[in-house]
């Protein structure tokens, strides 16, 4: 049980700034995601917390106390590594027991043996509590690796990418592990990825971390609908945002949009309008999510925007269609069994309700229709 | 241009005859049986192991056949030297000369055989455009992203004006983004240039969305061979079932029980059964095991379903997902239905009648109506 926070926190290696100015307040029991790419400091980040690196400005606070000072084997916490870790020369068992068994946190075997039995049925793997590491999958040393980090009881959990060597199909089921297992854990999580899945579907609170700074931070809500910049957006859902270019049209009765040299306008919800005028400018980027694009192969209204398939791409429950607009590339979906030739005549048509608005300059969002529904708990 | 036969191919390795006797399982291929039309798209599936690669090394030359016939058109390509095959080959791991310039690379087959520079600008200009790469063509190899390493790879495949293009993981080196873009202008190419295609994957998603038909392995036997489509929605047995889709179709375990004159596939250790649609009464017995096969998508939120608790609820922003356990068994539905329920919720769910798989128990294999 602890509140993590982190306080104008820096760190460089060499000339590269790891992390740049990063305060950030974990609430106790919460389980908070730091999302980005590779490289964007999220590890850094989780590394600064357990004490094995350190900062070079800034305060690290459990419960309000300055740990910045304190040796990583006192803060307290329990990691669980992308590489599992595991001792290859001892059983499942020992694995999982062992960090009750370090000087620290020793405890006598009994205690032990009911941690290491509870924590095993939880993770699914009580059969295996005798094989060594090297014959075991990919998935059961991941259980093993989860395991010995929950067998104890820390002020934290610090998970870095714990799924990311699993294939697809495991990953959908370890996801979902963790996350019904997730109102037994009762503790502090902080946990790393890059998969966008599993941040929507565990986190309580996201940090969409990049270049060591923090890119936003609030619920998965607020990341998927009120994406604070195009960065942030095209991190979201699959396949990737359309983001193109939008002119703001004031002329005679076009009170709208214009995309792709349409000659007609899109009629824009008027929340959006007053948004958009408020700003004085007439570029934009609007981004628009492939669910949010519908097709058709006639001509439904004149707002539709004309172009031809450029690829069908089947992934199962449905296809990825792309479609050729003078050379800009709309992604869509549609069902998996479309039968269209590639470059076909087809016409696409938009949802102006679920546009999202960003400054074509710095690339920040402007509006997006209803946007105070998304943003209940603020930055 | 070219059809591609595979007839009744088998490949042992020598080293596994002599350690098993050379029994039926010992087969790196098994009995392979497959064609592909002029023009078309293929992909080869399967697991590791399971004799994609094989295949792919005995059409290009790179593998002895045991037995069985390849053909490419309609000569017997057997013993044919592989590079009067007409086949051009990219692999996963790119293959480039590194102190060669990017044309150098591609021009370098035309050069072995003695083509005018003149004749090989030419070709290395038709295809570099089509691949993205004409930018890149004095940079070196070290100065390429592995994208881009995997376009000039490929470029230099398509240089020679093969017949058949053999791709052997071409994307599994890349990042996700990479991968999904290369993906679409693999598929773009091959409308362009119309080349008869084989890719070797083991990844499912990569060989539905570029293939227009799937051959899939396991263990060295074909198992089906199909459009995406046909293996995605028919799959003839539980491993093609288990393989396809992401994620996966839920595959449970029931028993047939019959009440009120309904039959019902009951799951075990648990109350909750689902009706069986009326096509499998006649071939449905009460009290046999089946496995129960339905798509995350398939499986439906219904007023008249059955109760089932939710264990996980998963708001992926385009679609939510529910995670359901009855008894021992799991299943997963996906809806884009905007409600957001919570762990612990009571939902009915039914099935999808046409979409309902079912497979024996022992075999694996479909059961038809």
Known sequence: MANIELKNVTKSFGKKKALNDISLQVHDKEFFVLFGPAGAGKTTIL???????????????????????????????????????LYPHISAYDNIASPMRSPLYKKDED??????????????????????????????????????????????????????????????????????????????????????????????????????????????DEMYYTPVNEFVARLFGEPEINIIDAEFVLDGGNKGVRLLNQIKSFDIPEDVYDALAATGKTQFHIGLRAIDLNFSFERQSEHDIHGQVYSIEPIGNKAVLNVDVNDTILR???????????????????????????????????????????????? | ???????????????????????????????LTITCSDGEFVGILGPSGCGKTTTLRMVAGLEEITAGEIYIDDTLINHLHP??????????????????TVYDNIAFNLRAK???????????MRIAPLMKVEELLD??????????????????????????????????HLDGKMRQILRTELKRLHKEVGCTTIIVTHDQLEAMSLSDKICIMKDGLLQQFGTPYEVYDDPVNVFVAGFIGEPPMNLNKVTITEEDNILYFSFPESSVKIAVPSKYTKVLKTGRHVTLGIRPND???????????????????????????????????????????????IIRIKVHEEKTHIFDIETGDKIRA
Do not use: W
């Open chain 1, 332 to 379: 869509t979906v549609s069902p998996p069994d479309l039968n269209a030739e590639m470059d076909s005549d087809i016409f696409v048509s938009v949802n102006m309700k679920n546009a999202m608005f960003f400054d074509a300059e710095n690339h920040e969002l402007v509006v997006r229709h209803n946007q105070s529904q998304y943003t209940k708990a603020v930055k």
């Open chain 2, 1 to 31: 241009m070219a059809k591609l036969i595979l007839k009744n191919v088998f490949k042992r390795y020598d080293d596994r005859k002599k350690k098993k006797g050379g029994k039926l399982a010992d087969f790196a291929v098994n009995d």
């Open chain 2, 139 to 172: 940079m070196k190899p070290a100065a390429l992203s592995g994208g881009q390493k995997q376009r000039v790879n490929i470029t230099r495949a398509l240089v020679r004006r093969p017949k058949l293009l053999l791709l052997d993981e071409p994307l599994s």
């Open chain 2, 299 to 345: 499986l439906l939120i219904a007023e008249d379903g059955s109760p089932v608790k939710i264990a996980v609820f998963e708001n992926l922003g385009d679609e939510k997902r529910i995670g359901i356990r009855i008894g021992d068994e799991y299943l997963t539905l996906i809806t884009s239905d905007e409600t957001l329920y919570k762990q612990g919720d």
């Open chain 1, 111 to 220: 205690y032990i043996k009911e941690r290491v039995m509870k924590v095993a049925a939880l993770m699914k793997i009580d059969h295996l509590m005798d094989r060594l590491p090297a014959r075991m999958s990919n998935g059961q040393r991941q259980r093993v690796a989860l395991g010995r980090c929950l067998v104890r009881e820390p002020k934290v959990f610090l998970m870095d990418e714990p799924l990311a060597h699993l294939d697809a199909k495991l990953r959908h089921f370890m996801r979902a592990e963790l996350k019904e297992m997730q109102a037994n854990f009762n503790t502090t999580t902080i946990y790393v990825t890059h998969d966008y899945m599993e941040a929507l579907s565990l986190g309580d609170r996201i940090a969409v971390i990049n270049n060591g700074q923090i890119e936003q931070l609030g619920t998965g």
């Open chain 1, 47 to 85: 590394k600064t917390i357990a004490g094995i690196e350190l900062p070079e400005k800034g305060l690290v606070k459990f419960d309000g106390e300055i740990v910045n000072l304190v040796e990583p084997a006192q803060r307290n916490v329990s990691m669980v590594f992308e590489n599992y870790a």
């Open chain 2, 114 to 124: 003695k083509m005018s520079e003149a004749d090989i600008k030419k070709e290395v």
């Open chain 2, 83 to 100: 590079k009067d095959r007409g086949i051009g080959l990219a692999f996963e791991d790119y293959a480039l000369y590194p102190p060669l």
